[in-house]
């Protein structure tokens, strides 16, 4: 349900696990304990296993349920006092959270449609998983809805 908002959250900077729904309510706080997820935060629509979180003093945040992803990055992002300002330079890999390098052209052929490569001149890199990235319509499309998140955080000051 929340993969899309993971996704999101990476573009706009944030660094976000996400956890298949196949995993169990009593699985995902073992994990909250673990010390490498200490300072993670639990992102949930799941209001019991919210307040088991909480009762067990991780931190968690209730996501709005059946209203668009933009909003929900908004209420993410507003109650954690995170903002756009970093953006789109922190934008991280949508698919693992790894750190994007601009490419040199040279670099990406290959990994992209051959009409993309002849089409573009700007190209990004994951770091991690070497997935490339460049300035077409879906970079458009993450623009808009930045100014409608920037908008939506403006709002609810
Ligand atoms: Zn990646």
């Known amino acids: 349900m929340l993969k899309k908002l993971a996704r999101w959250l990476r573009i706009f900077g944030a660094k976000t696990d996400f956890i298949p729904s196949t995993m169990r309510d009593s699985q995902i706080l073992k994990m909250m304990r673990e010390k490498k997820n200490r300072s993670k935060i639990l ?17 968690s945040f209730l996501v ?59 190209f990004w890199l994951c770091g991690k998983c070497g997935k490339a990235y460049w300035e077409g319509t879906h970079w458009e499309r993450i623009g808009e809805a930045a100014k409608r998140v920037n908008r939506l955080l403006r709002e609810k000051e």
């Open 43 to 59: 992102l949930t629509q799941d209001v019991q296993l919210h307040e088991r979180a909480k009762l067990k003093g991780f931190q």
């Open 64 to 122: 709005p349920r059946e209203v668009p992803v933009e909003e929900q990055v908004a209420a993410v992002l507003k109650e954690f006092s995170l903002s756009l300002d970093d953006f789109p330079a922190n934008t991280l890999c949508p698919s693992c959270n790894g750190e994007l390098r601009i490419a040199k052209k040279s670099e990406v052929k290959g990994k992209v449609h051959e009409n993309v490569y002849k089409a573009h001149r700007k």
